[in-house]
């Protein structure tokens, strides 16, 4: 039972008996390899064999489809239309974002509803249906990982695990974001 990028691995290790009862001894072993992307400063590709989209320094091309892992938890940030949320463990429709262009920032539309997502300060929400200033984020490089300015007022976003907060003056372990290729 694995894909491309692993999956559960069960092997029956082998037959123990009590009394009147047999049961099989099972081994289980989880792999998942979905690749991380990193920015640097000339594309945007993942640390796998396969290559992601490429993008000019400091933006990501538009249509790119994306999973972030929040800082606090390390779990899968998820649209929930009022609020994004990093408290998924796995990669389904909502935890997909779709990147558009907007000159050298970037705009996320959710995989809920398909709608902008905004900052506003005390929370993440992807409500919108046009991109103005709060739907612009900022990402900037930080070793493996990205750390995102919400457009509201220019401060870092931090996973707070029931709501993404864009009111930050620095960069944190919580304001730390792992980008993945969600197509």
């Excluded at 069960?10 to 920015?39: M, R």
């Excluded at 972030?68 to 429709?93: H, L, M, Q, T, W």
């Excluded at 558009?100 to 709608?115: C, L, M």
Aim: aromatic content about 10%; glycine content about 12%; hydrophobic content about 30%.
């Amino acid at each position: 039972m694995e894909d491309a990028r692993g999956g559960l691995s069960i092997k029956i290790t082998g037959e123990a008996c009590a009394l009147w009862w047999c049961w099989d001894l099972v081994s289980f072993e989880w792999k998942w390899d979905s690749p991380a992307i990193n920015l640097d400063s000339d594309s945007f590709a993942n640390s796998g064999s396969q290559q992601a989209n490429a993008v000019s320094a400091g933006s990501m091309t538009g249509g790119s489809v994306l999973a972030f892992k929040g800082g606090k938890d390390g779990r899968y940030c998820a649209d929930e239309s009022n609020v994004v949320k990093c408290n998924r463990n796995a990669i389904g429709p909502w935890e997909r974002f779709t990147i558009e262009n907007t000159g050298s920032q970037s705009a996320f539309k959710g995989g809920k509803d398909g709608r902008y997502c905004a900052d506003e300060s005390n929370t993440w929400k992807c409500n919108r249906n046009a991109i103005g200033p709060w739907e612009k984020f900022t990402l900037e490089q930080t070793g493996s990982q990205v750390a995102m300015r919400g457009g509201k007022d220019n401060r870092y976003c931090a996973d707070e695990h029931n709501t993404i907060k864009c009111n930050r003056n620095g960069i944190g372990p919580w304001e730390k974001f792992t980008v993945y290729d969600a197509r």
